[in-house]
């Protein structure tokens, strides 16, 4: 079965740059939906941005568009997330996420967590003043 594991994570200055990625093991099962969450203390579990990876098709969230940048790394069997300008409010943990592309409309859009099926442990990410 597939594992997700995340790193990259760490103390970073607001305006500077981070990059996240997701190492993906075992089997995709057809988990095409490659997705970042990201979850702050009290808070829900939020989406930041996916990508379809048979496509390359992404999808980001209102508050990470433009700042943010999920790829794919097919030789490393990766998942990236470079985020730039990054704010204070982009404290958080974050998260990988595999799932199952939805059908009859596109195959991974801005949705929630409870579409996604396997799920990494996370790797913090915060933005100092």
């Known amino acids: 079965q597939e594992q997700l594991m995340e790193s990259g994570g760490g103390s970073v200055e607001a305006g500077g740059t981070q990059r996240l990625s997701c190492a993906v093991s075992g089997s995709r099962s057809g988990y095409l939906c490659m997705a970042w969450f990201r979850q702050a203390p009290g808070e829900e579990r939020q989406f930041v941005a996916s990508i379809y990876t048979l496509g390359g098709q992404t999808n980001y969230d209102h508050s990470v568009k433009g700042r943010f940048t999920i790829s794919q790394n097919s030789a490393k069997n990766e998942i990236n997330l470079d985020m730039n300008s990054v704010k204070v409010a982009d404290t958080a943990m974050y998260y990988c996420?595999?799932?199952?592309?939805?059908?009859?409309?596109?195959?991974?859009?801005?949705?929630?967590?409870?579409?996604?099926?396997?799920w990494g442990q996370g790797t913090k990410v915060t933005v100092r003043r």
């Open positions: 996420a595999a799932g199952r592309p939805l059908i009859g409309g596109p195959p991974c859009p801005v949705i929630g967590p409870e579409y996604f099926d396997l």
